[in-house]
């Protein structure tokens, strides 16, 4: 457009200005050009930047006056650098205005992309079910998995049929070779349909044993809960809870856990309980235990592992790793979106699983230290050290950890998930997490500087290396957020050589990227019975597209 666009847009004034006779006085000529006659009414218009809004008038009709002012000037009196200043920031808004047009194109572009792909739901590869109320419809398994707060088993019923049997058993991970790809190779073909769920008991303590209490003590467990995970008698009872409303729910989402049902039953002795934990279990079940008779269960999908169990025997490809960072950057921005910070993010608190293609497919799990309070949203005043900052003091982020309490003191969490994504990386590329590492040698997130920070493997991707630099900028102001870090790898990924020269391409042309991408996506995702990592992540990224975020991941990528 520009310059093309410039030169006809002069000389149709130039036209004008011939037609009308050099000879008439210059006053009449301007008249002709005044902008506020009844043929042009000037009207701001709603795509334009808020910086640009104070004018009461668009920037087309801005352009013409301040041109019409210009031949006024050049016709009549005037200095002739005045003259040329009105010519030259006439043309020059002119130059904007057109530009500002394309814009909004690519940004409606964009937002019908965005539209459609939100429209297709995330669907659970669990058969739906409508009892599972009460732990008598589940049968218990083996122990999968232990924390400091609850017990994990793993649990079948005749009601929850898998749709597919691509998973392996927990259980089955510890093995005696030594060659890891063996070890791996062995667990994807060991399927665990025979238990296609996992049961977790939460350890109650002081909560008592009524289902008010528990509801009321452990609702942050529930932020992840599906709409009808409870009867519709318990999730009343959870309205008056700690959050003094229903906690925020998050809907479902790919990198994200899904509990399917949550109710609160009597404490059974299960298997490896004596052992395990003896102290939390009920006076009726062990004389010297702490528990109360009843806790809350959850019930959920069985994944066979953990992050940090599966990268203690494999160690995925350079493509892999980055998959894996981008699905926790995606589940992390699901969370930042509807105002929950999970603020415990670590490789113990990511479950994996393959796709059909062998790809690790990752979710975010365990909310028991999450922010999701309606009155708070991503911010928490801090005004005592009482407070709950959160869970994992090792990977707070440096604004969480270093946050001092006092009157108006409030800590933002906008971003502090992302900064752990950016630990957790060191350990998916095979390297120790820097600020776990015991010793002179490891980092504390109060005062580390950047340059401290080891290098990371010399294989690794360019642009995965500068997402891991980004996140764990100390300056939240200056770290990006997980959507615009995810966005930095979708266009690694993806933009090939279409986004190559992005620096002398328009938006315009990232939008016809964008519409051939969505294209290729709903080819791909036409013939397939079940949905790939990669699949999934670009649907995420294309329900999420947004111009302005776009733009500011190519800046990263450009300049670092």
Known sequence: MSVKHAISRGLELGRSVFQLGLLKPAARIAAKFRVGQTARTVQPQIFLPSRYRYYRMSLSGLAAQLQSRGFRRFLGAGFPRNRA??????????????????????????????????????????????????????????????????????????FAVPRGSGKVSLVELKSSGDDKKEVVGALRSKSIANYPLAVKMMWNIGAGSSSEAILNSMSQELVPAGPVAMKEEKAMIALNGHFGRTPKRVSAHPNVIRVHRAFTAKVPLLPGAQDEYPDVLPARLNPAGMGNNRTLFLVMKNYPFTLRQYLEVSLPSHKQGSLMILQLLEGVDHLCKQGIAHRDLKSDNVLLEFDSGGCPRLV????????????????????????????????????????????????????????????????????????????SEGLDSRKYQEKQLPPLPAGMPTNSQLVVRLLLRRNPNKRPSARVAANILHLSLWGGRALANQDRASKQQMADWLLCQSAVVLLN????????????????????????????????????
């Open 364 to 439: 975010i799990t365990d909310f028991g230290s999450c922010l999701a309070e309606w009155d708070y949203a991503l911010q928490l005043p801090f005004n005592s050290r009482c407070v709950n900052r959160g869970g994992n003091a090792c990977l707070m982020a440096p604004e969480v950890a270093s946050a001092i309490p006092g009157p108006g003191v409030v800590i933002d969490y906008g971003k502090a998930d992302a900064w752990a994504v950016g630990t957790i990386s060191y350990e998916i590329f095979g390297q120790p997490n820097p600020f776990y590492s015991p010793g």
């Open 85 to 158: 200043v009105y010519l030259a920031f006439g043309l020059g808004l002119g130059l904007i205005e057109q530009q500002l047009e394309d814009d909004r194109r690519s940004t409606a572009t964009c937002q019908e992309i965005q539209a459609f792909f939100r429209k297709k739901k995330f669907q659970s590869t669990l058969k739906p079910f409508a009892s599972g109320y009460k732990l008598e419809d589940y049968v218990i398994g083996k122990q999968i998995g232990k924390g400091c707060n609850a017990v994990v088993y793993e649990a079948t019923t005749p």
């Open 525 to 560: 995702g036409s013939g397939s019975g079940r949905t790939s990592v990669e699949a999934e992540l670009q649907r995420c990224f294309l329900s999420n597209v947004d111009l302005e975020d776009l733009t500011t991941a190519m800046g990263f990528l450009l300049f670092g």
